[in-house]
């Protein structure tokens, strides 16, 4: 079965597309310029996967979602095999991102690999919340389609989504502006890992959140419009079993990890 999985994947890609994979499977994937690796980010075994699927990869540049611009001068050559002094110097404890020690193999999985910032600083992602995403994106916004609303029925969705996410205890009013964030930081990761591809010929590998990875309306879709002769490869890791297709072109499902109420603290806040 693993055999023929191969030969459909080398020679036929379209026909496991939306396909469950396994772990195993990540060591051969179907060819692409750029592969988004999604992930709950406080998952262990998710983290995982990402650095099986870079180190079969061997991409000539990694896009993080995690990291700024500004960062990017502390990942030095000799503190890129130094877990302790890399999350020293890019002070990660105060950045708000789950355990280095999850992110720090998918460093050294491809060790020649360039490092791209995906994300953008978080006095630009606020500023979205209020005045749309495409004056805080600048220059090339129409590329990525920041310049015109989205349609009704995604926008619905992504309202609803936000809605859950933050356990129905944001202001109504907030939402759509949640949903601007989440479309400037889409085309933010989507712009670094253009540029990645341009600059090092690829394959580009991106390591961000599912909710980015998702091709109909995440980064995959962003590349898609900003840059459609990229062949972009979308895999979503979940932790239960998918009522329908999910939206990417392959899938994992892991165990979910063990993690405290998320909405303990919107509780908690209202008492």
Request: with cysteine; hydrophobic share 45%.
């Amino acid at each position: 079965m693993f055999r023929l999985f191969l030969f459909l994947v080398i020679l036929v890609p379209a026909a496991v597309r939306a396909g469950q994979i396994t772990p195993a499977m990540l060591d051969r994937l179907p060819p692409a310029d750029i592969v988004v690796l999604g992930e709950v980010h406080d998952n262990p075994a998710q983290h995982r996967n990402q650095a099986r699927a870079v180190r079969a990869l061997q991409p000539r540049a990694l896009v993080f979602e995690m990291l700024v611009p500004a960062q990017l001068s502390a990942i030095t050559p000799d503190r890129r095999h130094d877990r302790q002094a890399l999350a020293r110097a890019l002070n990660w404890k105060k950045s708000g991102w789950p355990d280095f020690a999850m992110y720090f193999p998918i460093f050294q999985a491809a060790p020649r690999a360039r490092i791209y910032a995906g994300n953008l600083p978080r006095k630009q992602i606020r500023k979205a919340i209020f005045d749309g995403a495409a004056g805080v994106f600048g220059a090339g916004a129409a590329r990525f389609g920041l310049d015109r609303p989205l349609p009704q029925p995604q926008n619905d969705r992504r309202i609803q989504g936000q809605r859950e996410a933050h356990c129905n205890a944001l202001p109504e009013d907030m939402l759509g502006g949640m949903v601007e964030a989440q479309r400037l930081r889409d085309a933010s990761i989507a712009r670094a890992a253009i540029r990645a591809f341009r600059e090092t010929g690829g394959p580009v590998v991106v390591i961000t959140g599912n909710g980015h990875a998702r091709r109909d309306w995440g980064v995959p879709a962003m590349i898609a419009q900003a840059a459609p002769a990229l062949k972009v490869l979308s895999i979503g890791q979940l932790e239960q079993a998918p009522d329908g297709p999910p939206p990417y072109d392959l899938w994992l499902l892991t165990a979910p990890t063990q993690r405290d109420d998320p909405c303990e603290v919107f509780r908690r806040k209202r008492q």
